[in-house]
């Protein structure tokens, strides 16, 4: 029957929903414009050595992450141990002799004070102790410079990172000034962007931006503004720091404020909504 019919075809109505409304108005606002850089390593070296020898171990590969003072390569330091403890001993047996200059020139001294030798034997007992003295300063000279050289046999690492590269192998020999390593410093790291000049000119150093990379949102400080303008986009390189161990060449992003007023409808914050991954 048609009563039966209208009260089935109610029970498949959709009930309408409550909502609140808002006024749209005209205003003006500032536009956020996008900028995208790339990371790149704050510090990174090419590790050489400081002596020549012969490469006996290797401690690190491609991709190890390294601290502070670890161990990085040892040379062959037979020869060097060797040249180390001749001199060691010939600075024992000069001090000997420095001493005993010494003590000679107290005695003829005193003989001298006492008119019992003459001015010639008193003077060559002081040249001789005098001359000593000098060759025991230029041997303790040479001691040290042994030594640091001996150390240079061991290669540490100056700071915490990774191996970028290797560029040598055990039983190589090596001269002084090759380089054995590239190593970079994981954190803090750089991001460098390209940017108009009103806002160069805007920004200052240390100013905090917020890095949009990779969907992380990161807070860095500005850390140098190169007063140099790419010559076809005429932007200036602008550096944030940001101290996260990321990747040299990934993508960054930054938003920037226009400083230009434009006029747009407004509507409360409240009525934006995320659907789907978009506002």
């Given amino acids: 029957t048609p009563a039966i019919a209208d009260s089935k075809a109610s029970k498949h109505e959709k009930r309408a929903s409550f909502v609140n409304t808002s006024t749209v108005t005209k205003?003006?606002?500032?536009?956020?414009?996008?900028?995208?850089?790339?990371?790149?390593?704050?510090?990174?070296?090419?590790?050489?050595?400081?002596?020549?020898?012969?490469?006996?171990?290797?401690?690190?590969?491609?991709?190890?992450?390294?601290?502070?003072?670890?161990?990085?390569?040892e040379l062959d330091d037979e020869l060097s141990k060797l040249?180390?403890?001749?001199?060691?001993?010939?600075?024992?047996?000069?001090?000997?002799?420095?001493?005993?200059?010494?003590?000679?020139?107290?005695?003829?001294?005193?003989?001298?004070?006492?008119?019992?030798?003459?001015?010639?034997?008193?003077?060559?007992?002081?040249?001789?102790?005098?001359?000593?003295q000098a060759k025991l300063q230029q041997s303790h000279f040479e001691l040290e410079d042994l030594t640091l050289k001996h150390s240079?046999?061991?290669?540490?690492?100056?700071?915490?990172?990774?191996?970028?590269?290797?560029?040598?192998?055990?039983?190589?020999?090596?001269?002084?000034?090759?380089?054995?390593?590239?190593?970079?410093?994981?954190?803090?790291?750089?991001?460098?962007?390209?940017?108009?000049?009103?806002?160069?000119e805007k920004l200052t150093l240390n100013d905090t931006l917020d890095i949009t990379i990779d969907k992380k949102i990161y807070t860095g400080k500005i850390s140098a503004k190169i007063p140099l303008a790419n010559q076809s986009s005429r932007t200036f390189n602008l550096k944030v720091a940001l101290n996260a161990p990321l990747i040299e060449g990934g993508a960054a992003a930054i938003k920037l404020?226009?400083?230009?007023?434009?006029?747009a409808l407004l509507v409360p914050r409240d009525t934006v909504i995320k659907r789907f991954g978009k506002n």
Avoid: C
């Avoid at 590790?47 to 190890?64: I, Q």
């Avoid at 404020?257 to 006029?263: A, D, E, F, L, V």
């Fill in 27 to 73: 205003g003006d606002v500032f536009s956020l414009n996008n900028y995208n850089g790339t990371l790149f390593f704050k510090t990174k070296s090419n590790l050489a050595t400081r002596t020549e020898g012969l490469v006996k171990k290797v401690y690190f590969d491609e991709g190890s992450l390294i601290q502070k003072g670890d161990l990085l390569l």
């Fill in 152 to 200: 240079y046999k061991k290669i540490v690492a100056p700071y915490d990172g990774v191996i970028l590269k290797r560029y040598t192998q055990t039983a190589q020999w090596l001269k002084q000034g090759d380089m054995i390593a590239t190593l970079a410093q994981t954190a803090p790291m750089e991001a460098h962007f390209f940017i108009p000049t009103h806002y160069f």
């Fill in 257 to 263: 404020t226009s400083t230009q007023r434009q006029n």
């Fill in 83 to 132: 040249s180390l403890e001749i001199k060691k001993a010939s600075n024992q047996a000069l001090q000997a002799q420095t001493d005993l200059s010494q003590s000679e020139l107290t005695r003829t001294k005193t003989l001298f004070q006492k008119k019992r030798i003459s001015v010639k034997e008193y003077e060559l007992a002081l040249y001789k102790a005098q001359e000593l």
